[in-house]
T-cell receptor, first 112, second 115 residues
């Protein structure tokens, strides 16, 4: 069935370093790939998304890359700050109106 | 503006009790999703509504789970004869349109504990 795998499950970086989280998906019909940040006791919040007709997207310190051939996509956070500490989820769907499949999450710790 | 709200935020139920979880989506949002999130895991899809129509309920784990959205706005997820394995956070999300506006906005979730 549809599956999204996410690595690593835990990531610890020093403040100012970069963090990279990688995901793979199984359904080649997927065309929408959002990334969510979830803080303790809150619902996931969208931080960036990418559609299948684009290979890369950047928003300030956050960037996402997509390789449709390999069915890989990655989140890159540069100049990490302690407030970036949270759980990050990648996800894939076939667009609006279809279920979204989430990865298992990456717990990011940014040490001051 | 107001985001997605869910109530109650916490619910403790004895095994065998029925529970009802409420979701108030962002006004005007067409799509509404329910997810179940176990501790330390990602959200898992339960069901999807487009206005009042339930178009996908493939994620509901058993016939004890039932969801409705009768007027195309507020939605209720009902779990009958709760079991300990139903303990989880139940998340609701809404999005503005089916195409071209599929960003999902999540509520804070309802944490259900079944004893």
């Amino acid at each position: 069935g549809e599956n999204v795998e996410q690595h690593p499950s835990t990531l610890s970086v020093q403040e100012g370093d970069s963090a990279v989280i990688k995901c793979t998906y199984s359904d080649s019909a997927s065309n929408y790939f959002p990334w969510y940040k979830q803080e303790l006791g809150k619902g996931p919040q969208l931080i960036i998304d990418i559609r299948s007709n684009v290979g890369e997207k950047k928003d300030q310190r956050i960037a996402v890359t997509l390789n449709k051939t390999a069915k890989h996509f990655s989140l890159h956070i540069t100049e990490t700050q302690p407030e970036d500490s949270a759980v990050y989820f990648c996800a894939a769907s076939k667009g609006g109106g279809f279920k979204t499949i989430f990865g298992a999450g990456t717990r990011l710790f940014v040490k001051a | 503006g107001a985001g997605v709200s869910q109530s109650p935020r916490y619910k403790v139920a004895k095994r065998g009790q029925d529970v009802a979880l409420r979701c108030d989506p962002i006004s005007g949002h067409v799509s509404l999703f329910w997810y179940q999130q176990a501790l330390g895991q990602g959200p898992e899809f339960l069901t999807y509504f487009q206005n009042e129509a339930q178009l996908d309920k493939s994620g509901l784990p058993s016939d004890r789970f039932f969801a409705e959205r009768p007027e195309g706005s507020v939605s209720t997820l009902k779990i009958q004869r709760t079991q300990q394995e139903d303990s989880a956070v139940y998340l609701c999300a809404s999005s503005l349109r089916v195409t071209g506006g599929e960003t999902q906005y999540f509520g804070p979730g309802t944490r259900l504990l079944v004893l």
